[in-house]
Structures are given as C-alpha cells and as structure tokens.
C-alpha cells in the first residue's frame, strides 16, 4: 500500500551507460517531480508533470528525460550517465488542483556512477 | 537566486528536552511552507504545515511558527525523542502545484 514508490532502490553503473528510473503514485495526485538529492543533502527540483504534461523543467543537462505515460506514472531516463550524477533521485507527488500543496515523497534510488 | 535555509546544521539534545529548528526563508511572494523529516536512508516525510495567512500552527508534539516580518520560520518538537533524530528540512512554494524550493537540513542528535 505504499503511496509513492521508486524502483531501483539502487543502481550502480559505469560512466557512459544508459539507465531509467521508476515512479508510480497511488494516491490519485495529478502532479508529480522529480528531485535531485547530493551529497551534502541538498534537495533541488529537477522536473514536474500535471496530467502527463511537462511543467517545471529546472536546468538540468538534457541527457536527463523524463517521461509521464500518464497521470500515476513519472519515468526519468539518464543518457551517458556521467560521474556527476551520483546523488539520490526522488520522486514526489501532490495534489495541483487542492487547495494545500503538500508533495509526498517515494524512498528514493541511489545512483552510484562509476 | 531566493532560497530558503535554516540557522544550523546541526543541533544535540537530550531525550526529554524540546527541540527548536530554525529557518529563514527570502522569498516574500511564498505561500506555503513545509517541515519535512527525512531518516537515514529513507525519503523526506511530512510532518507539519503552514500557510502564510498563518503565524502558528500545532500538531502532535510538534508546532510550527511563522513571522512572516522577518521571514523566519521554526519548527518545535516537544519532548525529543531518539526516534524524532533525523534530518529537518523547511521547504516553501507559491501554491498548489509548484515546485518546492528547500533548505539546507538540521541533523537532529537526539541521546538518552
């Protein structure tokens, strides 16, 4: 009954591969993000989606590509993974339409890039 | 650019003791604003929230202050406990939708 979960948990790659992460939310939120995590902690907003559609695009490199196939699901596809993009990827979702914005967050996967 | 961060990175107590967490926000256009809890190894978990039409609001052992004139928010835990150590973070928005914009975490100690 986990409302947002992550799959990998963990995903340790070379430099240069291609990976994916996934999110799924079941508590019927409309609007989801991904947030990058680094090693000192700081949360930072990457991307979010209401409805399948693309709203917040932070600078992120465009090897990063998220993907919502609809409104319970937000994918984040990583190009030529690099040494930098080492960090715990979160996901999270809310409610766009309600009136309190809270955003509740999956576990996280931790990408390790060697 | 406006960001929100809190005071202190760290911060001990004793089990038993209330416990006060900082954060000073710069972005007078926010509307909302949030504690997190976040355990080793696991996601940010809501704890408590607030509104900025608000200055106080209470929870279970747990309030949140709010002086929106000096744009300064806390987060009080009353009667620390070893399973409230963590680490803390403010977060504020513009609303329903929006992405959240953190602060840098206070990593609470709490022994007994």
């Known amino acids: 009954d986990t409302a947002v979960s992550q799959t990998p948990k963990y995903l340790v790659t070379q430099m240069g591969n291609d990976k994916s992460i996934k999110c799924e939310q079941n508590l019927g939120h409309d609007t989801m993000y991904w947030y990058k995590q680094d090693s000192k902690k700081f949360l930072k907003i990457m991307f979010s989606y209401n409805n399948k559609e693309l709203i917040i695009n932070e600078t992120v490199p465009n090897r990063f590509s998220p993907k919502s196939p609809d409104k319970a699901h937000l994918n984040l596809h990583i190009n030529s993974l690099e040494l930098g993009d080492s960090a715990v990827y979160f996901c999270?979702?809310?409610?766009?339409?309600?009136?309190?914005?809270?955003?509740?967050f999956g576990p996280g996967t931790r990408l390790l890039v060697l | 650019g406006e960001s929100v961060g809190l005071h202190l990175p760290t911060l001990s107590v004793q089990e038993g003791d209330n416990s006060i967490i900082n954060c000073a926000y710069s972005n007078s256009a926010s509307d909302y604003f949030i504690w997190y809890k976040q355990e080793s190894g696991k996601g940010p978990q809501f704890i408590i929230d607030?509104?900025?039409?608000?200055d106080k609001r209470q929870g279970q052992r747990v309030t949140v202050l709010l002086n929106k004139t000096v744009k300064h928010l806390s987060l009080q835990i009353a009667a620390t406990q070893p399973g409230d150590s963590a680490v803390y973070f403010c977060?504020?928005?513009?609303?329903?939708?929006?992405?959240?914009?953190f602060g840098k975490g206070t990593t609470l100690s709490v022994s007994s």
């Open positions: 999270a979702s809310s409610l766009k339409s309600g009136r309190v914005a809270t955003q509740y």
């Open positions: 607030i509104r900025s039409n608000m």
């Open positions: 977060a504020e928005n513009m609303g329903s939708g929006t992405a959240l914009i």
